[in-house]
């Protein structure tokens, strides 16, 4: 997948807020003050920074683009609880059992091998933690991804389930997302 520096603006701007509030979406997830926290595909960091000042632990932002890793870090502001990897989902780089919480935010749909990323999440997932889904409906919307690209909220919640997570809640993403979480068997 190609990134150009208009996605970087377009995953950025303020008017993305009017229908994907970060802060709104985050304040929902059960994170406790130190959790380590992997935001999966992260691009430019549009969760990441509010993500990392919900934790005093690590949060460490993957994403498979050296262009969105570099827009991150120059978004990062001195938060020394970001850490910024640039590695493909299906090879996450971090030990067994290191994290509290996986948060993948528009970007499930866009994994080459989503049973990989899957099998990745539940071994750096502690026991009884969470990962949460954002993604966009499979409906028509005047932006974001060709629908035939993405997935429904139903085969999202089979596929994960599959993979030993139990459906925890939903929660709400704003008018052209579901947002589901799930914590680890």
């Known amino acids: 997948m190609h990134f150009g520096k208009h996605n970087v603006d377009f995953m950025l701007p303020s008017l993305r807020k009017e229908w994907e509030d970060p802060e709104k979406i985050v304040s929902q997830i ?3 003050p130190n959790f380590d926290i992997v935001d999966l595909g992260c691009g430019p960091g549009f969760f990441t920074l509010p993500l990392s000042e919900t934790t005093d632990g690590k949060v460490y932002a993957i994403d498979a683009s050296q262009e969105m890793i570099d827009a991150l870090k120059q978004r990062i502001d001195g938060r020394s609880n970001i850490v910024t990897i640039k590695a493909p989902a299906e090879k996450i780089p971090l030990p067994d059992l290191s994290a509290d919480l996986v948060f993948i935010a528009n970007a499930y749909h866009d994994f080459d091998d989503r049973d990989e990323v899957l099998s990745e999440i539940y071994r750096i997932l502690r026991a009884g933690r ?4 954002i993604d966009w409906k499979k409906e028509e919307t005047t932006r974001g991804p060709p629908i035939d690209i993405r997935i ?3 085969e999202a919640m089979l596929e994960i389930a599959s993979h030993n997570f139990d459906i925890e809640s939903e929660i709400e ?13």
């Open 130 to 133: 969470f990962l949460v889904d």
């Open 152 to 154: 429904d909220k139903k």
């Open 30 to 32: 059960p994170i406790q």
């Open 173 to 185: 993403a704003g008018p052209h997302h579901y947002g589901l979480i799930f914590k680890k068997i």
